[in-house]
């Protein structure tokens, strides 16, 4: 299994730690996790996490160029290592269950059984808790308050049209084909933009960001992530999905790991 982050600190993302008051800066997280069939089922190869920061009174402005986002990711392509993802999964929810003023996601439900059965689901609280409150979704006293993009929204679109109606304009990890979603290392970049874009249209809609014209996913996580993710290899259709997404045209030689296990 590989971790991929942005972070310094990606197992205290909201600096709880670093606190000498706990009044930590609101962020807005929104998770997602991407499915692969394995021996005839679909299983979990990758999850991210992203972290969007949040005023604590007014919407934030931003463009491609100033908006700034925290992720952590993780994949595998070894079915044995699902366990060790959900282990990942299941530390980033329990933390924006504790610590993140809104948790998003995108239909989760089914994610989030799906990463229970693929670890010791005894073992696992956060997926377990955050599993048990989603049927429940909204504000909570002392916990994040949870929205799910796939059925809070008015009319209940899918994500590439929710996205389309907040004026983003979405890369490969919101159209790709379910039967063609790369697995392991591929995974985890289309992982990180779907959950990049999660978060925005649940930032746009509760009015906690906006912005001008039409907000591109592609160029935003070329600026974020570029040393960060892994790039496909050039000579793959998911390479040139994936460069025609973030709109690179740079090398995509050997990837540059933030972290790696």
Known sequence: M???????????????GQQLYRRPVPRLAAFTAERTAADGRPGPSAVAIVYLPLHRTQA??????TLTFGFRAASTDDAAEAPGLAAVADLDLMQARRHAAVLAGYLLAGD???LRQAGDAAA???LAAVEYEWAA??????RAATFDCGLDLPGCPPLERACQQAG??????GS???????AGRQAAALAVERALMIALV?????GRYEWTGTLSIGQVMAAATWDCLPWPGSDTPAALAFQVAVGSGADTGAPSLAAGT
Do not use: F
């Open 2 to 16: 590989r971790t991929y982050t942005n972070m310094t600190w990606p197992d205290d993302p909201y600096r709880t």
């Open 60 to 65: 934030m402005s931003v463009t491609e160029q």
């Open 112 to 114: 989030l059984a799906a």
């Open 124 to 126: 696992l609280r956060g």
């Open 137 to 142: 979704r909204g504000k909570a006293t002392g």
């Open 168 to 173: 983003i304009a979405i890369g490969c990890g």
């Open 176 to 182: 790709w084909p379910d039967a063609d979603r790369p």
């Open 202 to 206: 649940c930032a746009r809609h509760q």
